[in-house]
């Protein structure tokens, strides 16, 4: 089956050939083989065709029609044939699928993102729940606590680092430890990206 005929259920038609689709209840199992003949080392940026292993990747994606759907990948793993590259044998990246080690899909991990900015964690992860799209109060802000990561590191798209304060704040609050620890975390609701994270729910942090 080609992914481009069916680019709905395909969350990178150019990186995956989609295979098969069947219905495991309670979701929609996708299976896809990654496109890729010629792969570069991560380490030496050496292409490789070598085949070391193929292994299983599982990934949650956005949900169809109100099912869940999991993105099942057969990833490979190459040789690198430059003797002295510190990896001999690596595994194959789909950025545009889902980041290195990622749980989830990149477009499931950004509508998670959209969520979470509007509605916070426990808000947001029944929005997310009623959607047919996995995501507990943690999960969402674990990708927004990410997206805090990237923007300190990022600029605000105009070249400049953000420098004015917010002016429509969103305040949530999440347990660490259910019953004996909670954090804060405060989402800049007009620019979309996550303020600060908090290390408990006191009145007097939050006003700090």
Known sequence: MDALTASPLCPAPLELQLDGI??????L???ATARQHVVACPGCGHASTRVHSR???????????????????Q?????CDVSD??????????????????????R???????????????AGARLAEALGLAG????????????????????????DRARAGPRVLGVDD???????????????????HVVDLLPDRELNTLVA
Not at 75 to 79: A, Q, W
Not at 109 to 121: F, H, M, P, T, Y
């Open 22 to 27: 069947h219905f495991a209840a309670p979701e």
């Open 29 to 31: 199992v996708v299976t």
């Open 55 to 73: 292994y299983r990747r599982t990934l949650a994606d956005l949900p169809w029609h109100g099912l869940r759907v999991h993105l099942e990948i």
């Open 75 to 79: 990833v490979r793993r190459f040789f």
């Open 85 to 106: 590259c510190r990896r001999q044998i690596f595994t194959e990246r789909l950025p545009k699928t889902a980041a290195l080690y990622a749980r989830r899909t990149a």
């Open 108 to 122: 499931a991990a950004s509508a998670l993102e959209v969520i979470g900015l509007a509605l916070g964690g426990r």
């Open 136 to 159: 507990a109060p943690a999960e969402i802000l674990s990708v927004l606590s990410a997206v805090h990561a990237a923007t300190d590191e990022g600029t605000d798209g105009h070249g």
């Open 174 to 192: 999440w347990a660490w430890r259910k019953g004996q620890r909670y954090g804060t975390i405060l989402v800049d609701l007009e620019r979309h």
